[in-house]
């Protein structure tokens, strides 16, 4: 979500045993892949599937590494990344890697469209219902004053390195508001939670795809979108001066050029690899709420689904 710098240094994550595919009774490993995941679990669990197919129907290794959104795609040059499998934009990283330097290629659509917003507990649009309303604002920041906004209402942020434009939407929209980091997408919807149950006021930033629409005390009193100034072609293309909403984003995979050339059946199916927004939340949801393991997740989700991920593989060679 997430366009900008993001969690600095890479660190590898081991993927488990190495998979591989049994032939004349010899273990043969097909190679390595190496996927960039990046911090919020949609990522992780579209790497989770991807990995575990990769590992156990086509005999890879399985390479996660933990980057922010911007770091991962300068991991195309030095080739340290293979794939990103979930793109938020990202137009000036895609001008320099893939139009400039080459050495990354669009992969095409993951089939999950993301959204981007600003939101309030639903409690509050029922007692301010102009809330819905980004004019209306300025009019009720005192209620969102906290000790780290000081004498401006607090706008919050979750992960800082996320796809943001909001410090200039505040500043361009002359709104007496100021943005408060949450640290990350746990602490984000913590703290819907406990605005929601706790009746205390919150403007923040948040997204879909995303678990927590479908889990209480969010489902029980659905958080209420602000309507900014309606997005438009073009309207965000100078990051200083943005003056409108965000818009949807027809999210993408990335891969760097020579695993394009060389990955053969491993880049096949991340070319193929597209699920939906309901398919990554129920992966997300098993990690995050049922407390799985990401291996145990992805598994349950490739049992439940076999025409889903069916698609995604190689065709047969010969």
């Not at 981007?116 to 969102?144: C, H, K, R």
């Not at 597209?274 to 939340?281: A, T, V």
């Amino acid at each position: 979500m997430r366009d900008q710098k993001r969690w600095g240094i890479a660190v590898v994550v081991a993927a488990g045993l190495m998979a591989a595919t049994v032939s004349g009774g010899a273990a043969q490993d097909a190679g390595t892949v190496r996927i960039a995941v990046n911090p919020w679990v949609g990522s992780s669990a579209n790497a989770a599937v991807v990995a575990h197919l990769l590992e156990t129907e086509l005999g890879y290794t399985v390479e996660k590494k933990l980057l922010n959104e911007g770091i991962d795609w300068q991991g195309f040059e030095t080739g340290e990344v293979d794939a990103i499998l979930e793109v938020w934009g990202h137009a000036e990283d895609k001008a320099l890697y893939v139009d400039s330097l080459v050495v990354a290629q669009d992969a095409g659509p993951m089939g999950v469209v993301g959204t981007i917003g600003w939101y309030v507990p639903g409690w509050i649009a029922e007692e301010y219902p102009d809330i819905t309303d980004w004019e209306s604002l300025n009019g009720l920041a005192d209620l969102f004053r906290t000790s780290e906004s000081g004498d401006k209402g607090q706008f919050l942020l979750g992960d800082p390195s996320y796809v943001s434009n909001d410090e200039a939407l505040i500043r361009n929209l002359s709104l007496d508001f100021v943005v408060v980091a949450g640290g990350s997408e746990a602490a984000l919807i913590e703290s819907f939670k406990q605005a929601t149950t706790q009746r205390t006021p919150l403007l923040a930033y948040f997204y879909n795809p995303q678990w927590a629409w479908s889990q209480s005390p969010l489902l029980e009193e659905p958080l209420v979108r602000v309507n900014l100034p309606a997005w438009t072609e073009g309207c965000d293309g100078d990051a200083e001066a943005v003056a409108c909403d965000y818009p949807d984003y027809q999210l993408y995979k990335a891969i760097s050029t020579s695993f394009a050339e060389t990955g053969g059946p491993a880049a096949d199916l991340i070319k193929n690899f597209s699920w939906s927004n309901l398919d990554q939340s129920t992966v997300s949801g098993y990690i995050e709420v049922d407390g799985m393991s990401e291996e145990d997740a992805a598994s349950k989700w490739v049992a439940e689904n076999p025409d889903t991920w069916a698609a995604w593989m190689p065709a047969p060679v010969g």
